[in-house]
């Protein structure tokens, strides 16, 4: 199957500039559009796509959309990509079915790194999304629907590689300039990296480092 995205938004100007963006950088081989929540039924319906980008928030669109999406092809990837809203629309989008969250004045540096780990089978939210669910007092790890499975833990491959820097004991300009990222984007890697291992420190993100093999105990035996 090709790879296919549908790009679901009320804004033709949002939708054909993405497209372009994602057709400039080889992200996918076919693309296609819904203006309205009508018309992104019938297509999940109709189609199979590889990830959905939805502003869930825009006119013409509601979150009940990505619930009635996720009924008719469950497991569906989904994106969210909406502007500034409350904790709890995010909280209700996010227990509705949407994957992986960013803002739409994200750099599309980081937009284009939540649709590559949505891809991938992992999930993303960019700082600001984090912070508008921390003001709920709601963990990430609770906003899976209730039949979710107990998978375990799977970070993506820049995530390995960040966490890795951070274990070696650079700083997040350093990590961006190893990884030729922005401090925000390093930024935003760490903050996904604790809420999936569920920790609040380095230390411990060291010790999962060290305990899952990415990084050496014995780096940290004679360190002074």
């Known amino acids: 199957m090709e790879s296919r995205i549908l790009l679901a938004d009320s804004s033709p100007v949002f939708r054909y500039g993405l497209e372009n963006i994602l057709k400039a950088e080889g992200k996918c081989e076919a693309i296609d559009h819904a203006e309205n929540g009508e ?3 019938k297509l999940v319906t109709s189609s199979e796509y590889e990830l959905v980008i939805i502003d869930c ?13 996720q009924r008719i092809r469950p497991g569906l990837k989904m994106l969210a990509i909406t502007a500034a809203h409350s904790g709890q629309s ?4 996010l227990r509705a ?4 969250y960013v803002k739409k004045d994200c750099s599309m540096e980081e937009v284009l790194e939540a649709i590559d780990e949505t891809r ?3 999930t993303f939210f960019c700082g600001q999304i984090l912070a508008a669910i921390e003001s ?3 963990p990430v790890d609770n ?12 970070l993506s491959n820049r995530e390995i ?10 700083t997040n300009v350093q990590i961006a300039d190893k990884l030729f990222l922005s401090g925000h984007t390093v930024n935003t890697h760490r903050k996904n990296i604790m809420h999936k291992l569920r920790v609040n420190n380095t230390a411990a993100m060291v010790m999962y480092a060290v305990k899952s093999g990415f990084v050496s105990p014995n780096r940290f035996l004679f360190h002074q």
């Open 90 to 93: 995010i909280v209700h989008a």
């Open 136 to 138: 709920e007092a709601i």
């Open 39 to 41: 018309e992104l039924e």
């Open 97 to 100: 079915g949407i994957t992986s």
């Open 57 to 69: 928030m825009a006119p013409n669109f509601a979150v009940d959309n990505v619930l009635h999406c």
């Open 120 to 122: 991938d089978g992992g």
């Open 161 to 170: 590689e960040v966490l890795t820097l951070i274990s070696e004991g650079m």
């Open 143 to 154: 906003l899976q629907p209730a039949d979710a499975s107990c998978d375990p833990v799977v």
